[in-house]
């Protein structure tokens, strides 16, 4: 088990934490196939718990290291970046628009993708591993998951409907490139 307390093991603890985020996403993914969206939910936000500790324990142990760096960051891309789209357009789009309006909902998902994915990109080749700043440049992508729930909220209690989503989810994703700083935690 010395595995778990060498920082260059590919399956050290803090990597062991990410495989269960990866883990939790890819089941929340499939849940959403089965239109199972609390259930999905519940998975993300289990994921993000445990992107939550694998940065924890990787600076409090010194397990820090590039394989951790791009792993968590293709964690974060399926748990907060994947998931939380592929859950409105399943849940919010697909239901309520049509024609163009879903060519609409379609682009907005895809912009929202490539702003997630350009967002780690950048996050990853500005970062050394074991660092950590007081504060991010544009929101993080567990923050704009975050958002993202809570539209897709508004959305199933009929409070925002499908286009304000859309707009909503234009918003969030410019967001993540931004200049808007967001203090670390």
Known sequence: MKFLWT??????????FTFVNITAGLMATYFITQNSFVLAIV?????????????????????SNEFGV??????????????????????SYAPNLH??????????SIYYVISGLRRLIH???????????????????????????????LNAYSILPAVGVIVCMLLIGWSLNSTIKVKHP
């Open 7 to 16: 920082p260059s093991s590919h399956f050290n603890l803090a990597n062991m």
């Open 43 to 63: 998975l993300a936000w289990i994921g993000g718990a445990f992107d939550i500790f694998d940065g924890k324990i990787a600076r409090k142990y010194k397990l």
């Open 70 to 91: 791009q792993l968590d960051s293709f964690a974060d891309f399926l748990s907060f970046v994947l998931v939380p789209v592929f859950l409105i357009f399943q849940a």
């Open 99 to 108: 024609g163009f309006w879903l060519l609409i909902a379609a682009i907005t």
């Open 123 to 153: 996050f990853n080749l500005n970062a050394d591993a074991g660092e950590v700043d007081n504060y991010f440049t544009g929101v993080p992508t567990p923050l704009g998951a975050i958002l993202l729930w809570l539209v897709y909220l």
